[in-house]
């Protein structure tokens, strides 16, 4: 999963989107995408690019949008064209002609390879040997996803205390593992996740990496070479991968406050008494 979205801040900046008169006869036949869209961000111009018909709608067809705040998503299109340059820090993101781009001093450089239609990157659990692992820039949630096949191979889950999570419809299973290395960087103690049975990747994708541990470096992703560079953010060894330990799911949509939807087996907010549908109005005594 390539996608992400990602505030671009463009003071003083000249963007345009043009859509084609045939890429809008497309429309009609498909609501939900436009094909043929050509962008140009300063000097740099992506063609034949897609977009979900309603971020083009929230924009304005055919708009020219001076110096302002456009809210999109990077799809598969921007990365086969260009090098996207992401530095989560300071929450910046640029595009890189893929002809001349080199890698900063420090960077480690990491085949980012296809494989199955999927881009993946080599990653270490527990100091074994590293397993291929789909790059998910949109995974917001966790920072690895494992197979259940793999982690009985490596049996990540013998001997360790296991809960649950809440991942969008699934309940997923989570562990701690002792040590992640990636990029040079070993992480230790990082919570993983098992992927659901019915959302398994093909056999030769291990699983998935996501936000909270890519987060910690500043990524240059070549599609057009198969490579990715990565920079620690200062600090990084020396910062532990957040976890969930209450336990406690909430849904914000309840007038009022807050609904719980979901409670981990064995958490400290089962321990309290918390169950699926309580309502929470006050926290600490405070109106929320």
């Not at 299109?77 to 893929?98: E, G, I, L, T």
């Not at 001093?105 to 990157?121: K, M, N, Q, S």
């Not at 590293?130 to 793999?150: C, D, H, K, R, S």
Request: proline residues 6%; charged residues 20%; glycine residues 8%.
């Amino acid at each position: 999963m390539v996608a992400m979205r990602w505030h671009c801040f463009m003071a003083g900046l000249q963007t345009s989107i043009r859509v084609s008169s045939s890429s809008l006869a497309a429309k009609k036949e498909d609501a939900s995408s436009v094909s043929g869209i050509e962008i140009q961000l300063g000097d740099l111009i992506l063609q034949n690019a897609s977009a979900k018909t309603d971020d083009l709608q929230k924009q304005g067809f055919d708009a020219k949008i001076l110096g302002q705040s456009v809210l999109f998503r990077l799809g598969e299109d921007v990365f086969n064209q260009v090098v996207v340059d992401v530095d989560y820090a300071h929450h910046r993101v640029a595009f890189r002609d893929a002809r001349t781009v080199t890698g900063p001093a420090g960077a480690i450089e990491l085949p980012l390879i296809e494989l199955d239609g999927e881009r993946v990157l080599p990653l270490s659990i527990n100091g074994a040997a590293p397993a291929q692992f789909e790059l998910e820039l949109g995974n917001v949630i966790g920072p690895l996803m494992v197979t259940p096949a793999y982690a009985a191979r490596q049996k990540l889950l013998e001997g360790r205390p296991s809960s649950q999570r809440l991942s969008g419809r699934y309940s997923e299973t989570v562990v701690s593992v002792d040590h992640l290395s990636f990029a040079g960087i070993d992480f230790a103690q990082v919570p993983i996740a098992l992927i659901p049975d019915t959302e398994l990747p093909p056999p030769s994708i291990t699983g998935g990496v996501g936000l909270p541990l890519l987060a910690k470096f500043r990524l240059i992703i070549d599609y057009p070479h198969s490579r990715l560079y990565a920079i620690p953010n200062a600090g990084t060894a020396m910062t532990s991968i957040e976890k969930d330990r209450i336990g406690l799911a909430l849904d914000k949509k309840v007038a009022n406050g807050f609904s719980v939807a979901f409670v981990s087996p064995n958490s400290p907010a089962e321990a309290a008494g918390f169950k699926k549908g309580d309502k929470i109005s006050l926290i600490d005594g405070k109106a929320v």
